[in-house]
């Protein structure tokens, strides 16, 4: 009986430690990776240089309806948040045609980055993303605050914003 309360106890112990160190890590997720992204226009983006600013990044594709969807709202983010230093950037997944990806911006009258993942290594770092949308909002310190597959929590992200982003005026 001894033997089962020690182990209990340790590992309550290191469940409690484990969940202090998250609540204490800054910003509570983990480092973005510092990836390199081509952009639509051919130049390169390196993530590691947006290190100051919040950053929304999105996978996307031409077929996905709710990718398509939100294009809108990340568009009215962008008109809201950008001057105050939000860069959004939306990642076409490798197996979207980059000719199908610029007529799908020029249509949409997309306001924001374009990258294309032509080799999926952007998706590979940021854990194997397959399923679109799928988007990670990251902190000014580089750090991953929220991920979503599928719709977002729009308040939670404006929310996020708000904190972190000087009022305008």
């Not at 999926?120 to 929220?146: C, D, H, K, M």
Request: net charge negative.
């Amino acid at each position: 009986m001894k033997k089962r309360d020690l182990l209990i106890g340790s590992f309550v112990l290191a469940l409690a430690g484990g969940l202090v160190a998250l609540w204490l890590a800054p910003e509570g997720g983990r480092a973005a990776p510092q990836v390199e992204m081509e952009t639509l226009d051919g130049s390169t983006l390196h993530l590691a240089d947006l290190t100051g600013q919040p950053v929304l990044l999105t996978f996307w594709a031409t077929t996905c309806p709710a990718c398509v969807q939100e294009i809108p709202h990340l568009n009215q983010l962008k008109a809201e948040y950008g001057e105050r230093g939000l860069e959004i950037i939306g990642v076409a997944m490798h197996y979207d045609p980059p000719e199908q990806v610029a007529e799908m911006v020029r249509r949409r009258d997309v306001g924001y980055t374009i990258a294309l993942d032509r080799d999926a290594q952007v998706a590979s770092a940021f854990g194997n993303v397959e399923l679109t949308p799928t988007t990670f909002l990251i902190s000014p310190r580089g750090r991953i605050t929220y991920q979503k597959m599928g719709d977002l929590d729009w308040e939670r992200v404006e929310g996020q914003l708000d904190a972190w982003l000087p009022a305008q005026g």
